[in-house]
């Protein structure tokens, strides 16, 4: 099985080309030992780019753990620019179907490659059963959550997957990685969860570090950064358009107020392509 390593702000994905080759059979389990670090090709995970009747390709995703997510917007923008660069699909101006539906992506092309990509990542999901969360309030915002020893306010966002953003004082690994294990798995969240740990450095740009559902402590998440830019305009933190930087780059964030969208701006790269043993067997 031919597979291509590409990422977008340090979020790496392994990459399967399912209009050239045959859809794996076991998908969840392939993502599982393709992902490793240490005895696969590592990455957060694998993305698959399938035909699809009703857009440019469609992206089926599955974390490092097997799991399968809606979407990830780091990783949609690599699919647009495998897409465009292999000629899939030869416009500037992108459909690609996903579990959290359509979405439409313009591309910024220089020298007849892809180098950044806008993504239209939809209106914000904020009605707590459709996130889904079991925290009170309507929209969840600023709600105190309590996990290990910490209490702490929350906002809770969909962006086609659920995320809980926590603005805190100075970004740690204490935050990160001993309590971004416990949000995920908090049974207020009955899917589990994305937890945000967000520190605001001015009106217009922020730092943000993610414990992602299913991968742990990821370099990047686009659809994390695009629920920080909805907190940070709930909560009055933020203006609507801001700067996330995370720790394998940074992303241009926008909250239309038009039309309710969020849009995502930032760069995708392929880093390297090769073989993988037979799929179906993992």
Known sequence: MQFTKMQGAGNDYVYVDCFAEPMPANPAELA?????????V????LILICPSKQADARMRMFNADGSESEMCGNGIRCVAKFVYDHGIASTPNLAIETGAGVLSLDLEVENGRVRRVRVDMGKPILIPDQIP????????????LTVGSKRFPVTAVSM??????????????????EIGP?????????NRVNAEFVQVLSRSEVRQ???????????????GASAVCVAGVLTGRTDRQVRVRLPGGTLDLEWNEADGHVYMTGEAEEVFTGKWRDAVEG
């Open 182 to 190: 416990l949000v995920e798995n908090d049974p207020h969240f009955p």
């Open 42 to 45: 590592g990455g957060d995970g």
């Open 209 to 223: 570090r993610t414990w992602e559902r299913g991968s742990g402590e990821t370099l990047a998440c686009g659809t």
């Open 133 to 144: 969360t079991t925290l009170p309030g309507n929209p969840v915002v600023e709600t105190e």
């Open 160 to 177: 086609g997957n659920p995320h809980c953003v926590a603005f805190v004082d100075e970004l740690s690994d204490a935050w990160v990685l």
């Open 32 to 40: 599982r030992r393709i992902s490793d670090r240490h005895f696969g």
